[in-house]
């Protein structure tokens, strides 16, 4: 889940002087303040270009604003051109960059409003710039957020393991499930191919239940009652394992206000009498009142 | 969350002496007794009027009891004008509390039926009445439910930072979800727009599943059934934080008033009578009354 | 939530001598190698007469074994009757038996038969019988699953008031958006009066999601997804005061074997020098491996 | 839960020598890189053969490819045939492998499509093949997974008696709750019995919510609402059960080897250097690989 931000990223080659060094220090990195108002400028123009593509969608306003959607459409296309191009100039390794995860999505987001130039049918492929709007994830940089990004992705990647294991038991108990069901009820009243019975038995076990699919036949209903109770059991699990996941980082980084007066390591537990790290004795601690 | 409550609200001005201040004390002040005895038939008339605009709504009802219902709801409108009237005159500084929180939903309660004693078509925004039940909130201030509202609001304060990043990452998700299905299933199975199709997208992600819009195409089947196994776990997250942030704060509060008089250790059980760390004897426990 | 049991219960009176006092001892005191097999056998009754019921309801069944389980329905009664006199019997204070929860719902089961008898519109009421079913709980007796329906009971009582306040918010709120839909869809989308719009929020924020009654206007989704996303974080309350609740009481139940040499109370916690009861130092503790 | 797995089984008697002793460690014993290749060729053979089993189900592509998906079908029933042949031969009582658990599985994988040969309507029974699948499960004797298998099979064990209680809760409120709802919404509205209305009610009270049958009578919708809302309350139960005992399970494996081997204190953190109650340095940590 590490996402690769574009923040200072050393590896694109930062240029030594001259306009390229300001143009790079501007464009990626967000330290400086001329930085930060650039990513904030970057983030609203594609927030705006992702909304006319949604817009663009709604048949009753493409109908009625068809001139003035192609035109945003351009000028959206131009500018993230620019920046591309910019980017792409600004960089001792141009290739590195467009070789790189957000160098491929910059250019997919322009490509396709050129080639329908050409080719009418590549329009479809404009949705692709609904890709750039992962650049959102940067506001996980922000401290205030990046804290508490940090914990549920923590909580994420330290349950990796027991939610394979969840999924591979999701996997198999929706084949054996879809199997029962495909045989017991039967094309006749919608379970019309395994797949399409494994597709039943997961909106099931999820208990998101459409209805478009359901049991007709009493033993049909039985099973399902059986395995929406049994399957919840299973379904509990990752809200489990995630809560206690969460819990235990939580609980982790709670105590992080004693300082060794020596080594001045944070974090020590609220009993510990003595530095963890360097043993020097440690002040008595000032417990919270709240 | 801090609903801003009306129990004594120096803001207002409290009169310094007459009927005006009798009134104050009553209307607006809930510790004496009959201040108490105003907030609960105040509640109670709330409720009676919640009441009236619910049945009101059901056409059978309406058609036959058009009269009584007229009736009640004028004695309504006129019982919150008086109320309104005296808290204007018992304050010190009217314009205050006539701009503050409840002061504006107490005009927009009593407004609409005077309104459409002039212009029928107003008549619809008698609902708004409907507003004035968050005065219900004020049972918050029973000691107690007090503590418990207050652990509650406690773990979603706490939990808010997580809650934003868990929300923009369910946006973001809804709008690749749905723009894919767009593309897959397309107008002629339901999704009829990017805008629809994330509406879809949230149905399903939250398992509410109404089955109005749902896959009919394979591939799109399969998609969704990824989206919900995969979207399961993201929604776990909500779950697991507020779980995990109520526990840290449950046990936070749990026994950790208790103080040994000679080795001065802390948190001991209710139940204890010595000092589990040096033997000696501990004063008998003071239970909170609640 | 405590179930009034009719194990042992003092309070009818216990008689002195005779055959009552050995029919009391095997129909009310379980803890007798007769009064248990007697337990097991009207259990089993018990459950026999519910599956009666509930075949009954099918109506292919009832039509082709409509003297069969006319048959069983008298034998049911019959048997129940003789128990129900047997009780009376055997007890000193019969009234007091008569006018307790059993004794009532004893008398209701057996009741609706005889009333048919003469009146045939009685009999829908033979369905009350299912409430006997009521004495499984009597299961919670049962040592294995005692301790853990006490650890369940109490998680919830002590949740309480807690779920109080989720409940009442879910109120507000299902009034709140009921009527706000009711407004934004109207009668012609299936909102037709706002019980149905609040029943309709319900089953919404609960991510249960029949789609008898679904959004069809842009702004009626838009609503509904905001209120689905943020429902589902008021909707977490319970599963989080439910697990937090658990996690504590589990946790306090943990160190149950170490015991004091001196006064030999159990349960002292895992870092405890010295009894908390008696002040007498403790062995050190011998933790668990695994 | 405990999964009868074929990896070493000394039940059946390993040969002492020639042949059949180097089939044995290659088919029965995973430790030897042979032994390690035959799981995973026989684990993607299982994979191929469920996979045919899926796609032969879907109408359009068995009529396409019927003679591709029969032959596929006599390769797999061939090359398990052998495999049984095999296991049978080289094992020294071939008797205890047949009527083992996995072995029952294997025979009745294969017995089908013979059976088939002869009598056509047998063929619908090649769907047992599937149960082959949980072969897959061996998967959790693989160290990176095993772990975690262990920590969530260990959790849904110590919760056994807890979802018992749970369960034994929702069968008893779903008669109650169907037999209500038989007799207010009646078989006119879709409760056609009481245990098509029991089902309803597992499939409300779970918040899957098909739809296929939803409460009409205003009676039926409030029963409805109050049912999922204070059923909420029970269903939160096993996620909480589940989630407190991962987060008991998880804590109580953290960090409790470490022993200062001054005052012997148990339960210090991976990186800790010192002991926090004496001060004594402590000797590196020892960490699994895992």
Redesign the interface.
Known sequence: MRMTSSTARPEFGKPEEGWRLRWYTVIFEADTRAGRRFDVALLLLILCS?LV??ID???VVREREFFLLGILEWIFTLLFTVEYVVRLLCVKRPWRYATSFFGVIDLLSILPSYLAFFLPEFH?LV?IR??R??R??R??KIP??F???Q??LQ??RNSR????????T?A?L???LG?VM??VEG?KNGF?????S??WA???M???????I?PHT?LG??I??LA??LG??V??????????????S??AR?PTTRTCPDCLTEG??A???????????LAPYQ?DTG
């Open positions: 992702v593509v949604i969608s709604v048949e479809v949705d609904l890709l709007m992962l959102v994830f506001v996980m205030r957020y804290d508490e990004s914990v549920l909580a994420l393991h027991k939610i394979m294991v969840f999924l591979a999701m198999i929706s084949i054996i199997t495909y045989v094309p019309t191919s395994i797949p399409v494994m597709y997961i909106v099931t999820t208990t998101t239940g459409y209805g478009d359901h009493p209903q039985m399902t009652s929406m109770l919840y059991g379904i509990a699990l990752p809200t489990g394992i995630v809560g206690a996941e969460l819990a235990m939580m609980m709670k020590h537990e009993e510990a009498g003595f530095c963890k790290h360097c043993g020097h004795a417990r």
